[in-house]
């Protein structure tokens, strides 16, 4: 894919995260009513689940990639797939962190305390410090391979971490809300907000996904091409 590809499907995205968050911010404060029990902290719902599931799609993705990068020889193949590792995990890693801030703030709300060590609380906790493990190694690795393909096995180690946490509630139990196709969300205002904000969210962690993996890609040609101008002063 040429330059003018990339810059024009970076900026696409980003506009289209633009607007569309703009939208989930107007349905969100304007059109969706005032939760009878929890009033304008409820409102913390909307980015806090949108940011919830977009975490657990990121990580997803990058336990993929890690899979890629062990299973592919190609040269350019591990390379792009290490770049979306790198770019996924810490698009999600920004999630979490979002998430495990909002998610405090309405349990406060709806359970009188900030944390409680419930099953999905837990579980999402565990993943992010797992993930941000992954993104200390695959910085510490460099350009060494092997160090990348530790990284890229410590990925595929969430794929199980990011099951139970979407299943969490059904097979464990806990107070932590239903997800919300099993109920509620009834009302339409709050139904347009609530998959604007999901929307919204998803195209975000697009767009910045894309542009980190392409920065990521750019710099592993710089560096590939350091290390060839250094083998070849090296030459006698």
């Known amino acids: 894919m040429g330059r ?8 696409a995205l980003a506009v289209a995260a633009l607007v569309t968050m703009l939208a989930a911010l107007y349905a969100i404060f304007f059109v969706a009513p005032l939760e009878m029990t929890m009033g304008i ?3 913390i719902f909307y980015i806090h689940v949108g940011s919830a599931m977009n975490m657990l799609l990121a990580f997803g993705v990058c336990a993929l990639a890690g899979a890629t990068f062990l299973a592919v020889r190609a040269p350019r193949a591990r390379a792009m797939a290490d ?10 890693v920004t999630l979490g962190a979002i998430v495990l801030v909002t998610g405090p703030l309405w349990a406060r709300k709806a359970w009188g305390t900030w ?3 419930e099953p999905r609380l837990t579980l999402s906790l565990m993943v992010f410090l797992l993930f941000l493990a992954y993104l200390a190694l695959r910085a510490f690795a460099g350009s060494d391979r092997f160090g990348r393909g530790v990284a890229a096995g410590l990925s595929i180690m969430g794929i199980p971490a990011i099951y139970f946490i979407h299943f969490a509630v059904e097979r464990w139990g806990g107070a932590h ?3 919300v196709y099993k109920g509620g969300l009834t009302v339409p205002g709050m139904k347009l907000a609530f998959w604007l904000s999901v929307l919204a969210v998803s195209l975000v962690t697009a767009a910045l996904a894309y542009q980190r993996a392409v920065i990521e890609t750019q710099r592993q040609a710089i560096d590939a091409l350091f290390l060839e101008l250094d083998r070849r002063e090296g030459l006698p």
């Open 115 to 117: 944390w409680t060590w």
């Open 41 to 43: 902290a409820q409102k």
């Open 83 to 92: 770049a979306i590792g790198v770019a996924t995990a810490e698009v999600g």
């Open 4 to 11: 003018g590809w990339t810059r024009w499907i970076g900026a």
């Open 177 to 179: 809300p239903q997800v």
